[in-house]
């Protein structure tokens, strides 16, 4: 069975990644594709309320779960655009270990930091400053097979220039290379003496 491709979308809160990851199912006609976004696996958490140190747990097997609901959908050949924020490092460190760096076309979401504080104001249903605290931390690692910025293009535009490079994948893939830089030869699981800011 041959498995799905991933078109991961990473960016700040109101960057846009939901709606390049509309565009991209609206356009992209060679497969069957499911969006999967990280706030709508946050939004099926039953709403009882929890203290910091249980929200931080269940946040983080949420993201865990999260990141290998992805791997299992693309395992059995479903086509996935993923929707996801990498402010942690270890986010990014287990998405690196979880998923097979082959099948992942990874796109950097960009917006200016002023522009997404509109938006956000805009929205109503984030936390003012979310996007702020997440602004320099989304793209610290700093390596993609292609970026947009969803302050000079509409969603379309974006789509289509992702829809253009998925059958072009760069080889080694953005994946490929962060593996090597991040992972040990071992692929221990990440912990925290793994830093992507150290």
């Known amino acids: 069975m041959t498995s799905g491709r991933i078109i991961f979308l990473n960016g700040t809160s109101s960057s846009g990644k939901s709606s390049i990851a509309r565009e991209l199912l609206d356009i992209l006609d060679d497969g069957v594709f499911f969006h999967l976004a990280v706030d709508s696996f946050n939004a099926m958490r039953s709403k009882r309320e929890l203290g910091a ?4 747990a269940a946040l983080r097997r949420t993201r865990m779960g999260f990141h290998r609901s992805i791997a299992a959908m693309a395992e059995v050949g479903n086509d996935i655009v993923v929707d996801h924020v990498l402010s942690e490092p270890w986010r990014l460190l287990d998405c690196l270990t979880v998923l097979p760096p082959e099948d992942v076309l990874f796109v950097g ?5 002023d522009e997404l504080a509109r938006r956000e104001l805009a929205r109503g249903d984030r936390p003012p400053g979310l996007a702020a605290h997440q602004y320099d ?7 993609y097979d292609v970026e947009c910025d969803t302050s000079t293009a509409s969603p379309r535009e974006c789509a289509q220039r992702i829809k253009e490079l998925l ?7 953005a ?24």
């Not at 140190?53 to 931080?56: A, C, H, Q, T």
């Not at 931390?137 to 390596?143: K, P, T």
């Not at 059958?167 to 893939?173: D, F, I, N, Q, V």
């Open 53 to 56: 140190e249980e929200l931080d």
């Open 109 to 113: 979401v960009h917006c200016p930091l």
């Open 137 to 143: 931390l989304v793209h610290a690692h700093g390596d």
């Open 167 to 173: 059958p072009h994948r760069p080889s080694p893939a």
């Open 175 to 198: 994946f490929t290379r962060l593996r090597r830089r991040y992972l040990t030869d071992s692929q221990e699981p990440p912990t925290a003496k793994h830093s992507l800011f150290g």
